[in-house]
């Protein structure tokens, strides 16, 4: 039983280079986010999804891109890289409607460092 | 302008006495909150959670509170063990399954 799945977990990147994180899920949860930690701020929504095929932007999604082409999977995408994406990234999956009350599950996180 | 706010950063708490934890929200349409819990090196995992119709819930342990009126929420775990130093984030969604988070409390349990 993974759950959600991040790859991958560590990662160093030069100012102007791209990069894609994947997140996978294994419970058929229709709705996936993409959320970054930095400190004194807690998470931040980047993007959401709320079914195969669709993407919403969140709080912070300047610099990112996202893909549902799938339903298992979600991708991040940073077409150029800056030093103040430099942080902790989290996926996270979830029901819709009432199953809802069971919250999110998160994945285990990839640390990006952008130099 | 974030709309969930934590604002002790740290608690410290002697194990088998209370933590209290506080949460406090802005935005009046927020209807289900939650409280995760995270450890070094891994992703939060849901704790306990609350609808706006109830004013308390309860699991072993951990309580949480909620009062409407003052947009404050708690959270309370008797007795406090090592195994709950951890940081503790509150969150709130306003029924359209976007989850709002505060900044965090780190809780260490002292023996």
């Known amino acids: 039983n993974a759950g959600v799945t991040q790859t991958p977990k560590f990662r160093v990147l030069k100012t102007g280079q791209s990069m894609t994180l994947l997140c996978a899920q294994d419970?058929?949860?229709?709705?996936m986010y993409w959320y970054r930690q930095d400190p004194g701020m807690g998470l931040r929504l980047i993007h959401y999804?709320?079914?195969?095929?669709?993407?919403a932007k969140g709080e912070v999604p300047d610099g990112y891109n996202v893909s549902r082409l799938k339903k298992q999977n979600f991708l991040l995408g940073l077409e150029s890289a800056a030093p103040s994406q430099t942080s902790v990234y989290f996926c996270?999956?979830?029901?819709?409607?009432?199953?809802?009350?069971?919250?999110?599950?998160f994945g285990s996180g990839t640390r990006l460092t952008v130099v | 302008d974030q709309q969930v706010k934590q604002n002790s950063p740290s608690l410290s708490v002697q194990e088998g006495r209370i933590s209290i934890l506080n949460c406090d929200y802005t935005?009046?349409?927020?209807?289900?909150f939650l409280w995760y819990k995270k450890y070094p090196a891994e992703g939060p995992t849901f704790l306990i959670s609350?609808?706006?119709?109830?004013d308390k819930n309860e699991d072993g342990r951990f309580t949480v509170f909620l009062n409407k009126s003052a947009k404050h929420l708690s959270l309370h775990i008797v007795p406090s063990q090592p195994g709950d130093s951890a940081v503790y984030f509150c969150a709130a969604s306003a029924n359209d399954y976007k989850l709002s988070f505060g900044a965090g409390t780190t809780v260490t349990v002292r023996a």
């Open positions: 419970m058929n949860h229709e709705y």
């Open positions: 996270a999956s979830s029901y819709g409607g009432t199953l809802f009350n069971y919250g999110y599950t």
């Open positions: 935005n009046s349409m927020f209807d289900y």
């Open positions: 609350i609808s706006s119709i109830k």
């Open positions: 999804s709320v079914g195969e095929g669709t993407t």
